[in-house]
């Protein structure tokens, strides 16, 4: 089954005509119409739309030997990286470890100009990069 087939079947199967589908991509119904005659196909953007709407993953939407759907697999925010971390994980340890320079600059000023508020403030930012690197641990 080609991926016009399959984008005409899933269509029908949520109900959708192809005004609502290009409404929902923000495309022409015009597209979806070139779409479904295998004329075209869609870009990057939209066959990632499309995946999302109908809860499949894009191999099954590209790949003709493919006749069952596949569900779709974690969103770009939890698939691992190349490197094997998320790109929610790599923002909590970016986002710690701005906190702990900032921590280490507000308590070197103390040390250079000890002041209780500038003592306070170099604590205060040592605990918020504390539960940074908390959250950085335990996100998934």
């Not at 005409?8 to 923000?26: D, P, T, V």
Request: one cysteine or more; a neutral charge; glycine letters at 4%.
């Amino acid at each position: 089954m080609n991926f016009a087939e399959k984008l005409i079947n899933l269509r029908k199967q949520h109900n959708l005509s192809q005004e609502e589908l290009a409404e929902q991509l923000q495309v022409s119904r015009q597209a979806i119409s070139r779409w479904e005659q295998g004329a075209t196909l869609p870009d990057a953007p939209n066959l990632l739309a499309l995946s999302n709407i109908f809860a499949v993953s894009t191999d099954y939407l590209l790949r003709d030997e493919l006749t069952e759907p596949q569900p779709a697999t974690a969103t770009a925010a939890e698939a691992p990286l190349p490197g094997g971390m998320s790109k929610e994980k790599k923002k909590y340890l970016f986002l710690a470890i701005i906190w702990v320079i900032a921590a280490m600059c507000w308590l070197l000023a103390t040390i250079i100009s000890p002041r209780f508020n500038a003592m306070i403030v170099g604590l205060l930012n040592t605990g918020v990069a504390a539960i940074y690197i908390y959250k950085y641990a335990t996100c998934p």
